[in-house]
């Protein structure tokens, strides 16, 4: 009798670990449902992710900004006082001349042709909002040109000058302040009569920005 009651016992708990290992081999069975669920989880975690990325970023330009205002003393005053570039201006001074020719060279004085050079001189006057001297910082581009009829116009010289050359560019003393710059003169059938035109452009390293100016020069008498 016992015997039989065990054997019954076992069939029963065979039938019941049966009855389970179906119900657990249907749950986990792979779907298009769970499919998407897990594209769903990643999404989420992803967006937890750059969530935290962006709570980052916040506080880092919060703390840059603070750095700011501590280092300028907290006060705004100081920031509105600071000097910002405003202005870029060619000087009036600025000329061409030619150089003196070679020795035993039979150039005439208002030969412009490879047996005598000519040179442009720039000169750069920066300025802040109340039109003071301010140093400048960045790059430069130059270009002479002639105007002719018409509306033609013939390139005679460019010159694109990096940081360090605009720093060692810089000019100070009884003559005033300022940066110049030299940028030899050629062209066809150019003989250095008139005016010719000197567009600049000046790009700040601070800032982006981008400032131009444009000024006709003569020869230099």
């Not at 006057?125 to 009829?149: C, H, M, Y």
């Not at 030299?182 to 003989?191: D, F, M, R």
């Not at 005016?195 to 020869?219: A, N, P």
């Amino acid at each position: 009798m016992k015997t039989k009651q065990f054997c019954a016992a076992i069939v029963a708990g065979v039938g019941v670990i049966g009855f389970a290992v179906g119900c657990n081999a249907t749950a986990l069975a792979p779907n298009q449902n769970d499919a998407l669920r897990s594209q769903i989880r990643d999404l989420g975690e992803k967006v937890k992710s750059l969530e935290a990325q962006r709570i980052e970023l916040q506080q880092q330009i919060a703390s840059m900004e603070k750095n700011a205002q501590d280092k300028s003393g907290a006060d705004p005053d100081i920031l509105t006082a600071t000097p910002r570039l405003a202005t870029v201006q060619i000087d009036g001074s600025s000329h061409f001349q030619f150089t003196e020719p070679a020795a035993g060279s039979t150039a005439g004085s208002d030969d412009a042709g490879s047996k005598r050079g000519c040179i442009a001189r720039v000169y750069l006057e920066p300025a802040d909002g109340l039109g003071r001297f301010l140093q400048i910082v960045g790059s430069v581009k130059i270009s002479v040109f002639e105007l002719r009829a018409g509306g033609q116009s013939q390139t005679l010289g460019h010159g694109e000058f990096s940081p360090l050359q605009v720093r060692d560019a810089w000019r100070g003393g009884l003559m005033g302040t300022h940066y110049t710059f030299e940028i030899p003169l050629a062209g066809e059938g150019w003989k250095g009569q008139g005016s010719v035109t000197v567009k600049l452009e000046f790009v700040d390293g601070t800032t982006g920005r981008t400032f131009t100016t444009q000024r006709e020069i003569t020869r230099q008498k």
